[in-house]
């Protein structure tokens, strides 16, 4: 029997489909990660800060109150801070607490400085950032005003000394 001359095939060959398909693959798993990290459902940037930190994560401020209960009974909703004003910025103050943890808020128009000269007399009160102390321990409260934090009033209280 002989056989009938057939075109030869030539013998076809997937590699380009198979590593398209590999690749493909490889970045759509590092974007979802990526998304997953920014959305910081899976935070790679914060578990390796030393490796990984430099992803893009979503910024929160951290002040807001998107979650905060409300209430017809509410006057207001306050939040009190134990620590150091650091710097001054035009209108904004970053505190550190005793941990070393910073944030900034915004001082609302009306901020009150209380300076307590002693714990039995009243205090020196003014109204501006002209009477803020810088590094000195103080209790800094703040009000919601909007969605968001302000400082309403900071008291620089001595300490008490022990007889």
Do not use: H
């Not at 920014?38 to 930190?53: H, R, T």
């Not at 893009?56 to 209960?69: F, H, S």
């Not at 910025?89 to 607490?97: A, E, G, I």
Request: aromatic share 8%; with cysteine; net charge positive.
């Amino acid at each position: 029997m002989e056989q009938a001359n057939l075109p030869q095939q030539k013998p076809s060959s997937d590699l380009p489909l198979i590593l398209t398909a590999i690749f493909g693959t490889v970045v759509l798993f590092l974007a979802t990660l990526a998304v997953l990290n920014y959305f910081n459902i899976l935070s790679l940037s914060k578990m390796f800060p030393e490796v990984l930190g430099w992803l893009p994560r979503q910024k929160t401020a951290g002040t807001e109150l998107a979650c905060l209960k409300t209430s017809p009974l509410f006057i207001g909703q306050t939040a009190t801070i134990n620590g150091f004003v650091t710097r001054v910025k035009d209108n904004t103050l970053t505190m550190r607490d005793d941990q070393g943890q910073t944030d900034s808020f915004e001082a609302a128009p009306n901020v009150q400085i209380y300076t307590f000269r002693s714990l039995t007399k009243p205090p020196n009160t003014s109204t501006g950032l002209s009477a803020i102390k810088l590094d000195q321990k103080a209790t800094i409260t703040l009000q919601a005003d909007g969605g968001v934090y302000k400082i309403v009033s900071i008291s620089y209280v001595p300490v008490a000394s022990n007889p």
